[in-house]
């Protein structure tokens, strides 16, 4: 089906705008606001008691808020499976004058949207409490660097969890999907550690761990945050970003258009 370019874009445009107005932004927020406030709590407070750094909390403020979207994905997958699997409202937007494809990414580029405001929330949120309660700054911050890695990683996080729908028959899968994959993933993708820390106890592990693209996100929050020293290359890391993200959208894409018998 021939497809006017003009056409498709606003087509495209007016059903990603339908997702941002009925977006309830102020439940995630407050989500956001709780999750980050708990875990710095600890980290702030008790954490050193256990032999942990003082300035712990601000090492793990830049991974947290980077995670935000990556827990969205049980969310997203289950939403897209449970469409399809029973009421079918994407049917009705696959017969609408765009390409089929742009369906799914407009679903991914959603799940983004959806998830980086909150993450813009935590860290600011967590700096202000670091600095209320400890008078931490983080004085190598660059906010540019922190607007780039937040965005990248969100693009991944939306994209992940189109691919973990294509691979979900049913919305119970979730159950595995997380265990077995997405948990692994960030548990030991360098949310409590840096790589640098990774490589010094087991090289090897570091090494093979260049493949987990939780690596690669944690790093850029941490190099925009704290610095370029003892991280990995910021650029490098946003250029591997990018490619796993361009990678889960197009398997996700075409599993999903094969199990939606798309043209």
């Not at 660059?142 to 607007?147: Q, T």
């Not at 990248?152 to 979900?168: D, E, I, P, Q, R």
């Amino acid at each position: 089906m021939n497809i006017p370019l003009f056409d498709g874009i606003k087509t495209f445009w007016a059903l990603f705008y339908k997702e941002v107005l009925t977006f309830s932004l102020r439940s995630v927020v407050i989500n956001a606001l709780v999750w980050s406030t708990t875990i710095l709590v600890p980290t702030t407070f008790f954490m050193h008691k256990l032999g942990m750094p003082k300035d712990y909390a601000l090492f793990l403020l830049p991974a947290m808020s980077i995670s935000w979207g990556f827990f969205d994905i049980m969310g997203n997958a289950t939403t897209l499976v449970g469409d399809i699997t029973g009421d079918k409202k994407i049917s009705y937007e696959l017969i609408l004058p765009l390409p089929q494809w742009a369906v799914f990414f407009k679903i991914g580029l959603t799940n983004a949207w959806k998830s980086l405001l909150p993450s813009f929330v935590m860290l600011g949120w967590g700096l202000t409490i670091l600095y209320l309660t400890k008078g931490m700054v983080p004085v190598n911050i660059s906010l540019v660097k922190v607007a780039i890695a937040l965005f990248v990683a969100n693009l991944f996080h939306g994209f992940t969890g189109l691919l973990a729908a294509s691979y979900m028959p049913t919305v119970a899968d979730i159950r595995h999907m997380w265990m077995r994959f997405l948990m692994p993933l960030w548990w030991i993708g360098g949310f409590q550690y840096n790589w640098a820390t990774m490589y010094s106890v087991s090289p090897n592990f570091a090494r093979f761990m260049l493949l987990d693209p939780m690596v690669y996100l944690m790093e850029t929050a941490r190099v925009a945050v704290l610095g370029q020293e003892g991280f990995l290359p910021f650029w490098s890391s946003i250029f591997a970003m990018v490619l796993a993200t361009i990678v889960a959208a197009f398997v996700s894409i075409r599993k999903l258009k094969k199990r939606l018998d798309c043209l």
